[in-house]
C-alpha cells in the first residue's frame, strides 16, 4: 500500500477512535438525564413545596444543572454526528474511488491498454 493510502487509513482509523468515544458519551448523557431528572425531582419533593409528580417534573426540567446537561448533551451530540459524517463522507470518498478504478480497467480491456 503507498504512504499516502497507509496515512489515510490512519486517519480514520484515529476518527473512528475519536467517534467511538464520543458516541458512548452522548449516549452516557442520554441515559444520565433520566437519572438527573428523577434526582432533581426528588430534590424539589423533598423541599415541600412541590407535592406533585408534574410540579417536581416542572421545577426539576427548569432547574440550572438540568439544563446545563442538556448543554453538554447537546455539544456531545454534535461531536458524535460531525464525527459520524466524518466517516461517512470518507466512506463515499472510497466508493468514488473503486468506481473510477473499475471504469479504468474495463477502458483498458476495451482499448487493449
Not at 89 to 101: E, N, P
Request: charged fraction near 35%; aromatic fraction near 8%; charge should be neutral.
Amino acid at each position: 500500500m503507498s504512504e499516502r493510502t497507509e496515512a489515510r487509513l490512519d486517519e480514520l482509523r484515529a476518527t473512528a477512535a475519536e467517534f467511538a468515544a464520543a458516541y458512548a458519551e452522548q449516549k452516557y448523557l442520554e441515559e444520565f438525564r433520566k437519572s438527573k431528572l428523577a434526582i432533581l425531582m426528588k430534590k424539589y419533593e423533598s423541599m415541600g413545596n412541590c407535592s406533585t409528580a408534574a410540579a417536581q417534573d416542572r421545577e426539576a426540567r427548569a432547574d440550572q444543572e438540568y439544563i446545563t446537561l442538556l448543554e453538554g448533551l447537546k455539544v456531545a451530540t454534535e461531536k458524535s454526528e460531525r464525527l459520524r459524517w466524518e466517516l461517512e463522507v470518507s466512506k463515499m470518498g472510497v466508493a468514488i474511488w473503486q468506481t473510477k478504478q473499475a471504469n479504468e480497467r474495463a477502458e483498458r480491456r476495451v482499448y487493449g491498454a
